[in-house]
């Protein structure tokens, strides 16, 4: 049986917050939380699955570099909802990353580093770091599909 659902994108955002502690075993709830909301804003799978992987090494990278494994200190994450794009923002109270470390740059086969945050750029539509009140700041932003800008529209479910 076919349902069919009308959806009407207002300007209402939706916007989720946690605090976790910088324990890689909470990744997996970064995994979930992401991948759901490119979900429900549907995102291709291939997309999806991008979206996850791009905010997983991000707060991956904040736990290995910003706080050198240590695993009790906080990292906040917001996952904001806009009508035309979603924004994950990461905050943290590390060390700040070297700005030429972060910057963009061509991959070199044998340099290992790196490699996260130029998956992290190719992958998200945008990506911004600052630092605020003794913060990290991390903004990761995604567009999504132009349907979902100021229209409404069907969408059939099997």
Request: contains cysteine; hydrophobic residues 40%.
């Given at each position: 049986?076919?349902?069919?659902t009308?959806?009407?994108?207002?300007?209402?955002?939706?916007?989720?917050?946690?605090?976790?502690?910088?324990?890689?075993?909470?990744l997996?709830?970064i995994r979930?939380?992401?991948?759901?909301?490119?979900?429900?804003?549907?995102?291709?799978?291939e997309?999806?699955?991008?979206?996850?992987?791009?905010?997983?090494?991000?707060?991956a990278?904040?736990?290995?570099?910003?706080?050198?494994?240590?695993?009790q200190?906080?990292?906040?994450v917001?996952c904001?909802?806009?009508?035309d794009r979603?924004?994950?923002?990461?905050?943290d109270?590390?060390?700040?990353?070297?700005p030429?470390?972060?910057?963009?740059h061509?991959?070199?086969?044998a340099?290992?580093s790196?490699?996260?945050?130029h998956?992290?750029?190719?992958i998200?539509?945008?990506?911004s770091?600052?630092?605020?009140?003794g913060?990290n700041?991390?903004?990761?932003t995604?567009?999504?599909?132009?349907?979902?800008?100021g229209?409404?529209?069907?969408?059939?479910?099997?």
């Amino acid at each position: 049986m076919n349902s069919r659902t009308r959806i009407i994108v207002t300007g209402l955002e939706t916007s989720l917050k946690f605090v976790l502690p910088s324990h890689p075993r909470y990744l997996k709830l970064i995994r979930l939380v992401v991948g759901e909301l490119a979900a429900i804003h549907e995102l291709p799978p291939e997309e999806c699955r991008g979206l996850t992987s791009a905010v997983d090494e991000a707060v991956a990278n904040v736990i290995r570099h910003a706080y050198r494994g240590d695993y009790q200190k906080p990292i906040e994450v917001t996952c904001q909802v806009f009508p035309d794009r979603l924004e994950f923002v990461l905050f943290d109270e590390g060390i700040a990353p070297d700005p030429a470390r972060i910057a963009p740059h061509p991959l070199d086969d044998a340099a290992l580093s790196g490699r996260g945050t130029h998956i992290i750029r190719s992958i998200m539509d945008g990506v911004s770091y600052e630092q605020a009140s003794g913060r990290n700041i991390l903004r990761l932003t995604k567009r999504l599909p132009a349907r979902w800008v100021g229209k409404s529209y069907e969408r059939h479910d099997p």
